[in-house]
């Protein structure tokens, strides 16, 4: 599942609920329950990004593969550990410069 975009019931970061929306999948199934980490998806384009955003617009390979319908920003501030059984179904995946992005804002934040 790694690099996969997907739609999944993602909880809000209070844990007070969930919502059905993109999120990329940052490693394949791990363990006896099928744990993925998955980072946030949302169509709201920020003004000014964090440095741990990646802006993903129509225009660009990665949009076109992802399945997303509009405009959207991967946030990867924003992961989540969930079973592999809450999928709902799968978009399309990034690509492996992107993918290279990912890993290298992710070892930014945990490395640092």
Do not use: W
């Amino acid at each position: 599942m790694k690099g996969k975009v997907v739609l999944i019931q993602f909880p809000f970061d209070d844990l007070s609920s969930s919502k059905v929306r993109p999120a990329y999948c940052l490693t394949d199934e791990i363990g006896t329950y099928q744990h993925i980490i998955f980072a946030l998806i949302t169509s709201r384009i920020p003004e000014a990004p964090l440095n741990t955003d990646i802006i993903l617009q129509p225009e660009h390979l990665d949009f076109v593969n992802s399945g997303l319908r509009q405009a959207s920003t991967l946030r990867l501030d924003r992961l989540a550990t969930l079973r592999q059984s809450l999928i709902r179904r799968e978009l399309g995946s990034l690509t492996s410069e992107t993918q290279a992005s990912v890993a290298d804002i992710l070892c930014r934040i945990l490395c640092s």
